[in-house]
């Protein structure tokens, strides 16, 4: 029995003394009592922070583009066949051509974006984008639609980018390729048309009809006279009641009337150390359809010119406006 609780007296002291291993034990004595408090201080467990493994991945995307601008700055890109100057509401007579031959050889399979002209109006050109896939000879074909309106622009031929990153873009649009894509006015064909276009003096007063624009239409193989109304106060007028006058006159002898002016957009500089003038004018356009009165094209533009003295100017200035107007009328009307 006095062994039992010998041994029973070691157990409690073990117990302790691990206890006293694992905590701080506070004493306390109550002030109120004979009673004494033990607190004991529990340990706080940190908690160990376990950084995540950096695992490496393969931007695949960007992978992509580099091999593709890669590819693109190896290509060239060659129009080998395009259609004649066709007029408006026919048939272009034969298509284009592209040929795209990489490092390698042709390059087979390739997405090409192709832009084309789509709509216009006025000067304000629309352009509609398709894609085409080179065939095993590294060519694509592409004959457009029947144009309904005149145009004198570019049909251009270039590797579709493969994301709308800058670079690739700006990539796929350096390896491009450009052809002509002009389109006349067919009002511009028989029975032709007739100007109401004057000159105007640097008073801004109508002076006599435009004789510059008349020869420079007749030049460009554009047959026209001069409108039968030689009132200038129809300038002050609406285009209706101009178009009445001469459809009263002429009725639909002509495709279409070309309304126009050539004044001074500011006076004429004339430099006495240099004994030059310079001349600033600008061309007001407008064309009517002599079958119905619509307004089917309108512009303006200026020009400018310098010579020795301002009549000399002036007459130069005139013929760049008139060169410009010849070619508006035909590509825009």
Same mark, same amino acid.
């Given at each position: 029995m ?11 002291g073990a117990?302790? $003394?691990?206890l006293?291993?694992?905590?701080t ?5 109550n002030?109120?009592s004979? +009673?004494t408090?033990?607190?004991e201080?529990?340990?706080v467990?940190?908690?160990v922070?376990?950084?995540p493994?950096?695992i490496?991945?393969q931007?695949?995307?960007n992978q992509?583009e580099i +091999? ?5 700055d190896s290509l060239?890109?060659?129009? &080998?066949?395009?259609?004649k100057t066709?007029?408006?509401n026919? *048939? ?5 051509i592209v040929?795209v031959?990489? @490092?390698?050889?042709?390059?087979k399979d390739?997405?090409?974006t192709?832009? /084309?002209p &789509?709509s216009r109006?006025n000067?304000?050109?629309?352009f ?22 005149? #145009? ?8 579709t980018?493969?994301?709308s ?6 990539a796929?649009?350096?390896a491009?390729v450009?052809?002509? /894509?002009?389109v006349?006015s067919s009002?511009v064909t028989y ?6 276009? /004057? =000159?105007?003096n ?5 002076t006599t *009809?435009n004789?510059t ?7 460009a ?9 030689s009132? %200038?106060s129809?300038? *002050?007028?609406?285009? $209706? ?7 009263n006159?002429?009725?639909n002898?002509?495709?279409?009337? #070309?309304?126009?002016s050539f ?13 030059t003038? %310079? #001349?600033?004018l600008?061309a =007001?356009? %407008?064309?009517?359809?002599m079958?119905n009165? *619509?307004v089917i ?6 020009e400018? +010119? ?7 100017a002036?007459?130069?200035?005139r013929?760049l406006l008139?060169? @410009? ?5 035909i /590509?825009?009307m």
């Amino acid at each position: 029995m006095k062994k039992a609780k010998i041994t029973e007296l070691l157990f409690i002291g073990a117990s302790l $003394s691990i206890l006293a291993s694992c905590a701080t034990t506070k004493v306390v004595e109550n002030t109120d009592s004979s +009673a004494t408090i033990i607190e004991e201080e529990i340990p706080v467990v940190e908690k160990v922070r376990k950084e995540p493994k950096q695992i490496s991945v393969q931007n695949t995307s960007n992978q992509q583009e580099i +091999a593709f601008k890669e590819l693109v700055d190896s290509l060239e890109l060659k129009v &080998s066949s395009r259609p004649k100057t066709v007029y408006s509401n026919k *048939n272009f007579d034969s298509p284009y051509i592209v040929t795209v031959t990489g @490092k390698d050889g042709p390059a087979k399979d390739l997405d090409i974006t192709v832009s /084309y002209p &789509s709509s216009r109006t006025n000067d304000t050109i629309t352009f509609n984008n398709i894609q085409l896939k080179t065939d095993s000879e590294g060519k694509i074909t592409f004959k457009p639609e029947k144009s309904s309106f005149a #145009v004198k622009s570019e049909v251009t031929f270039y590797p579709t980018p493969i994301s709308s990153n800058s670079n690739i873009v700006q990539a796929s649009y350096n390896a491009a390729v450009k052809a002509p /894509y002009v389109v006349k006015s067919s009002y511009v064909t028989y029975p032709y048309g007739i100007l109401y276009v /004057y =000159d105007f003096n640097e008073k801004g007063r109508p002076t006599t *009809n435009n004789f510059t624009l008349l020869q420079s239409l007749r030049n460009a193989g554009v047959s026209v006279g001069n409108s039968p109304i030689s009132d %200038t106060s129809y300038f *002050n007028k609406p285009v $209706s009641e101009l178009y009445a006058a001469n459809h009263n006159i002429v009725g639909n002898m002509y495709n279409f009337l #070309v309304i126009g002016s050539f004044k001074y957009a500011e006076p004429a500089v004339e430099n006495a150390e240099k004994s030059t003038a %310079t #001349v600033k004018l600008v061309a =007001d356009i %407008t064309c009517v359809d002599m079958k119905n009165g *619509n307004v089917i094209y309108k512009t303006s533009f200026e020009e400018s +010119a310098t010579d020795k003295t301002k009549w000399n100017a002036e007459q130069k200035c005139r013929k760049l406006l008139a060169e @410009k107007a010849t070619d508006a009328i035909i /590509y825009g009307m």
